[in-house]
C-alpha cells in the first residue's frame, strides 16, 4: 500500500559538540513529528523527504480490488469478422511441376 500511495519521511540532523553535522536520523517518534508540523522544534537541519508512489502498485490494487479488466485483441475489418483464411502465394515453381507436365 505504501508504495502505490507514496511516503513522506521526516529527517532530523543533529550536531556534535563542535557544531559538526551528523548523519541524518529518521524520525520515528509520533511527538517529535507533531512537535516539527506544529513548528515547536528548534534548528534549521530537519527536512523532510518525499517518495513518489509507483503507477505499477496502484495498477496492481486496483485490479486486485476491482478485478483485472478484460483485455482482447479485436481481429475485426471494417466491423466485420474477418472469416476468410489467409491466402499463400507462392512464386516459387513446385520441383514436381515438370514431371506433372509431362505425366499430363
Request: some cysteine; proline content about 5%; aromatic content about 4%.
Amino acid at each position: 500500500m505504501s508504495l502505490a500511495v507514496g511516503n513522506v519521511l521526516l529527517f532530523r540532523v543533529d550536531q556534535d559538540e563542535k557544531g559538526k553535522e551528523l548523519p541524518a536520523v529518521q524520525v520515528t517518534s509520533a511527538e517529535e513529528i507533531k512537535a516539527y508540523i506544529d513548528g515547536d522544534t528548534e534548528g534549521e537541519c530537519d527536512y523532510i523527504t518525499a517518495k513518489l508512489p509507483d503507477n505499477k502498485a496502484i495498477d496492481s490494487l486496483l485490479d486486485r480490488t476491482f478485478g483485472k479488466p478484460e483485455q482482447s485483441i479485436d481481429l475485426k475489418s471494417k466491423g466485420k469478422r474477418l472469416t476468410a483464411a489467409p491466402v499463400i502465394v507462392s512464386t516459387i515453381k513446385p520441383r514436381d511441376a515438370d514431371s506433372q507436365d509431362q505425366a499430363a
